[in-house]
């Protein structure tokens, strides 16, 4: 099992960037695939970004390429996602999940979950 937990969320006006982390908590962290997912309020939780074991394959939604880039450090246990150019229609709370195997973009394909940090862009 492992335990998820994102910090580095805030309040960014358009244009600007911010990056977020999301901390493991075992030796183990290498055995998952890992995610970015993001929800606002009364829409579905949103596929943004996934990355292979050993960080050697991504995959991005469409409304996010070229502006966000997912990396892991499986030595600090901790996945990052960079976000630059950021617009009002980012705003959400972005998770981190873990999964079994890569490059799913369903939520149910993720086993273990963040509690999520807030994502504020101002226009």
């Known amino acids: 099992q492992v335990q998820l937990v994102e910090s580095g969320g805030g309040l960014v006006q358009a244009g600007g960037s911010l990056r977020l982390s999301c901390a493991a908590s075992g030796r183990t962290f290498s055995t998952y695939a890992m995610a970015w997912f993001r929800q606002a309020p009364g829409k579905e939780r949103e596929f943004v970004a996934a990355?292979?074991?050993?960080?050697?394959?991504?995959t991005y939604a469409g409304s996010v390429k070229g502006r966000f880039t997912i990396s892991r450090d499986n030595a600090k246990n901790t996945l990052y996602l960079q976000m630059n150019s950021l617009k009002p229609e980012d705003t959400a709370v972005y998770l981190c999940?873990?999964?079994?195997?890569?490059?799913?973009?369903?939520?149910?394909?993720?086993?273990?979950w963040g509690q999520g940090t807030q994502v504020t862009v101002s226009s």
């Open positions: 990355i292979s074991r050993f960080g050697g394959s991504t």
């Open positions: 999940a873990a999964g079994p195997n890569y490059g799913g973009s369903h939520y149910s394909l993720y086993n273990y």
